[in-house]
């Protein structure tokens, strides 16, 4: 499925009965409806620390969940709107639309959640890249000091942004930005080429 919502269509090779010109029918493929998430209402919803450091969120005093973390739903276009409230193994509890409407302490609460789910150091030079049994091995300078992380199915751990960007992803699921891959140093672009 794509972001559209358009699905790609298999054709059947049984003709039709009035076509007779052994055409193949097109038929559509039906898939579930997506799930449905509730907008939370941002006044009724409070985002604070427990004793131990860790997000809790309570909801009008009714519900509680522990551990929260919160996941932007269009962190290339609208991010400051629509994020995600989940619990246990990213399960979504509901979507705060506009997280401006939170009380002082539960954005700044939600503020902290982003940033460590967001952490993604820029990389600025790329020292070496081994590929083995499927996985790359990439030693990095950062604008965060120097990295080495693991990536594996290169296919799938490397997204590119309209505007020329790379996100790398390692096994972790650590994020490592290169605004502009064209704009590093020869040796860096070269070994960029060889895995997108």
């Not at 298999?10 to 579930?32: M, R, V, Y």
């Not at 427990?50 to 739903?73: F, H, M, N, Q, W």
């Not at 120097?146 to 290169?154: L, Q, T």
């Not at 960007?165 to 490592?176: F, P, S, T």
């Amino acid at each position: 499925m794509t972001e559209t919502g358009l699905v790609d269509q298999k054709t059947d090779t049984a003709t039709s009965g009035n076509s007779g010109e052994g055409k193949p029918e097109i038929k559509p493929i039906e898939l579930p409806p997506e799930p449905e998430h509730d907008f939370l209402d941002a006044a009724k919803l409070r985002l604070f620390r427990d004793g131990s450091g860790r997000s809790r969120a309570t909801i009008e005093d009714t519900r509680s969940y522990p551990d929260v973390k919160l996941v932007r739903c269009f962190p290339q276009t609208v991010p400051d709107q629509f994020w995600a409230l989940t619990y246990q193994d990213n399960r979504v509890i509901g979507v705060i639309d506009d997280p401006r409407d939170l009380d002082r302490e539960s954005y700044r609460v939600a503020l902290d959640c982003l940033e460590v789910q967001y952490f993604m150091p820029v990389v600025t030079a790329i020292r070496s890249l081994k590929e083995e049994f499927g996985a790359v091995y990439f030693e990095v300078e950062t604008d965060r000091g120097p990295r080495s992380f693991v990536a594996k199915a290169v296919r799938d751990s490397i997204d590119e942004t309209e505007a020329g960007g790379v996100i790398l992803v390692d096994v972790d699921e650590n994020r490592y930005c290169i605004p502009n891959w064209l704009q590093l140093d020869e040796k860096s672009q070269r070994y960029l080429e060889r895995i997108i």
